[in-house]
């Protein structure tokens, strides 16, 4: 059975390869699976928009912003298109991944669902 992907548009794929620092070290942290097994994938073309991160099974978004999003009209259009389209939106500041990695981190894993135990497993009637 052949699976099909949509190939990732050329500008996810610039900014895979041109990423922010806070982005490489958020992604360090992100990748593999590493915050409650979650898979998050980044640089993902939701609609006319570009996210930093997302997990496409809990339908959450992350984006790491710099100083030139504080008052940015776009970004709340941005998000509540995400939000119409069933996406919870997370936002950190640059700064504070950089500073503050584990905090992120944590408040990012604090957010998610906690899971459920599979039906029918050891220990079950």
């Known amino acids: 059975m052949v699976i099909f992907r949509?190939?990732?548009?050329?500008?996810?794929?610039?900014?895979?390869?041109?990423?922010?620092?806070?982005?490489?070290?958020l992604w360090a942290?992100?990748?593999g699976?590493?915050?409650?097994?979650?898979?998050?994938?980044?640089?993902?073309p939701l609609g006319r928009y570009i996210c930093d991160f997302v997990?496409?099974?809990l339908r959450l978004v992350i984006e790491v912003d710099g100083g030139q999003h504080?008052?940015?009209r776009?970004?709340?259009?941005?998000?509540?298109?995400?939000?119409a389209s069933?996406?919870?939106?997370?936002?950190?500041?640059?700064?504070d991944v950089l500073e503050n990695l584990e905090g992120v981190v944590?408040?990012?894993?604090?957010?998610?669902p906690t899971p459920t135990p599979p039906a029918g497993g050891r220990g079950s009637p």
Do not use: H
């Open 6 to 25: 949509p190939r990732p548009t050329k500008r996810a794929q610039d900014l895979r390869n041109n990423c922010t620092e806070a982005e490489k070290k």
């Open 106 to 112: 944590d408040v990012i894993r604090r957010s998610l």
């Open 29 to 31: 942290a992100l990748r």
């Open 74 to 83: 776009r970004d709340a259009v941005r998000t509540a298109f995400l939000e």
């Open 33 to 44: 699976r590493q915050v409650s097994g979650v898979k998050f994938s980044r640089q993902i």
């Open 86 to 95: 069933g996406y919870r939106v997370m936002r950190f500041w640059n700064n």
């Open 70 to 72: 504080s008052e940015d």
């Open 55 to 57: 997990s496409r099974d």
